[in-house]
Each structure stands twice: as C-alpha cells, then as structure tokens.
C-alpha cells in the first residue's frame, strides 16, 4: 500500500484568504484523489487529479474554487480559495496504485481546516 | 436512491462478540467494494476489499458480497474495544471513482 503524507495537517484561515494543501505519495501511482468530510458526515469526492492535464470535478465543485495541480505521479495540490466559514471541513488526499476495478484507494491523514 | 447505503448506527457490541455490519448499492454493475475504518480524528484505513461473491476472510474480518442482492457485509469476530470505529462501505464506480456510504459506528462495550 502506499504511504501518503499531507501538508499541513491543521489550518486555521480567515475568510477570503486561500489555502494550498499538499500531498505526497511514497511511490509513483496512477490515481490521486481529494475529499472533504465536513463534522460528522462521510466521505465525498471533490475531483480526480490527473497528472498532465485539468482534474476532473464532481458535480457541485468548480475549478475556480478548488484549484488542483498533480505535475507527476507522486505530488499534488488542493488550493481552497477564497474560503468561507463552510469551508470548513478535512481534506482527505487518496491515491490508487492502479486504475480499474481492483485498484485500492489508500488515505493520507487529512487537513483539518478552520475557517473564521 | 443513494449509490451506497448503510445500515444506521449506532452499534454496541459486547466484547467477544460478533459485530455485523451491512451495506446495499444501486448500481448492478459494481465490481468492487471496500470496507474502511475510521477512528475519532484519524482517516480512512482500508481493512478489507471484496470482488467476488462470497466470502473472504482476513483475521476477525470477514467481507460478504452477494451481487445478485446488490450487497455486501463486513463481519468482526470476537470484538475487542479497539475495534471501536467507524466503518465505512465504498463501491467503486466507472472504474476508478469510490462511493461512501454513510458510515457505521460501532462501540465495543468491555
């Protein structure tokens, strides 16, 4: 399984500033991912980083607002702009060794954001 | 319809005893589901993943799919406190994108 690590592991932001997570993989893979879980609630997907090209969002998440870069297959970034207080969440960074039905999905430790 | 439910919790155990948690898909054309568990602050460990039906064993754990009922369990033997968590189902979607259920908490009572 690979290991992944984020940076930083905690923020605390004021409105209307931005924030850039990082995320580092241990080994070279095919898939990243990033996820917000806000207080209590599960997992939901903010968008698919592909390595050379735009990331690819879910419905409900724009480029404008969470700006992603993936330069190689181990590395990328989240940007939270212009952030609000809903804002507020922890940003989870997965990564898959390998598309397709049998591709497990690994978790980094997340960021814990604040927004005031 | 939601893409993965789950059955709601809480769920308190007595330790030693069997926890089981179950989890339903819409999407007949699934092929692969993973259990995940979740400590209070931590991230999402994966602990098992299931592609065939029937069933697979890992240690305490064991997944259950049934396909045909659109369904998958995950089985804990012999509970310890530690198993204390929550667990998450997730059913792989277009061949590379997860779905999550909404999460089983479970309490493991010494």
């Known amino acids: 399984s690979a290991v992944i690590s984020q940076k930083p592991s905690r923020d605390i932001c004021q409105r209307g500033t931005s924030l850039t997570i990082q995320c580092q993989v241990d080994s070279q893979v095919t898939m990243m991912f990033w996820y917000r879980q806000q207080p209590g609630q599960s997992l939901t997907l903010i968008a698919t980083a592909n390595q050379g090209s735009e990331a690819t969002y879910e419905s409900g998440f724009v480029i404008d607002k969470f700006p992603i870069s993936r330069p190689n297959l181990t590395f990328s970034t989240l940007t939270v702009s212009n952030m609000s207080p809903e804002d507020s969440s922890i940003y989870l960074c997965?990564?898959?060794?390998?598309?397709?039905?049998?591709?497990?999905?690994?978790f980094g430790p997340g960021t814990r954001l604040t927004v005031t | 319809q939601k893409e993965v439910e789950q059955n709601s919790g809480p769920l308190s155990v007595p330790e030693g005893a069997i926890a089981s948690l179950n989890c339903t898909y819409s999407d007949r054309g699934s092929q692969s589901f993973f259990w995940y568990r979740q400590y209070s602050g931590k991230s999402p460990e994966l602990i098992m993943f299931?592609?065939?039906?029937g069933d697979k064993e890992d240690g305490r754990f064991t997944a259950q799919l049934n396909k045909a009922s659109q369904y998958v369990s995950l089985l804990i033997r012999d509970s310890q406190p530690s198993d204390s968590a929550t667990y998450l189902c997730?059913?792989?979607?277009?061949?590379?994108?997860?779905?999550f259920g909404a999460g089983t908490t479970v309490t493991v009572r010494a």
């Open positions: 299931i592609y065939s039906n």
């Open positions: 997965s990564a898959s060794g390998r598309g397709g039905p049998v591709g497990e999905q690994y």
């Open positions: 997730a059913v792989k979607i277009n061949d590379y994108k997860l779905s």
